[in-house]
């Protein structure tokens, strides 16, 4: 097995990993989010985030069983720019500057925390890979969650308004 090979496994297994997760979060979400808008974001982050493990899962079975990179459909070209972090705050420094606390509010936080480091993993994953099939899909995959980000901050500016943010 080729390093770029074994490298590709060891992301697919952690992005099949953080969308279990992702999408496990916000199907609990929505059972205790009181905003309604809240409860439909969280609804098709989750659906996204089911559709994303499948893609990816499908990408790990083909890259173990003939070992290549296979193309998809669902995969679009994107312009993304996979240099840029998609927010350069820590966790910490998120934590700290926020000055209201609620279950919609901790929701936001841990699935704008969840779209961070996929986003992350996604853009180091589409940078490292060889292969123009898995750079696509790690590119892609990227788009996709730094758009969940920021379904994510419209919900949040609309309850809570971007003056949290600030320390």
Known sequence: MTEDRTAALTVLKQAMALEQEGRGFYLKAIQT???????E????LAEEEQTHYNLIKKQYDA???DGRWIGSPEIKPVAIDLDKPLFPMTKEAREKAVTTRSSDWDALLFGLDIEIK???????AALA???PLGKEM????????NRHFDLLMMRYDALFGPIAWRS
């Open 118 to 124: 996929s986003y992350d993993l996604y853009r180091k």
């Open 129 to 131: 890979t060889g292969d």
């Open 33 to 39: 989010t009181a905003d309604e808008k809240g409860k």
């Open 138 to 145: 790690f590119a892609f995959l990227a788009s996709e969650e």
């Open 41 to 44: 974001t969280f609804r098709q």
């Open 63 to 65: 890259l173990t069983g």
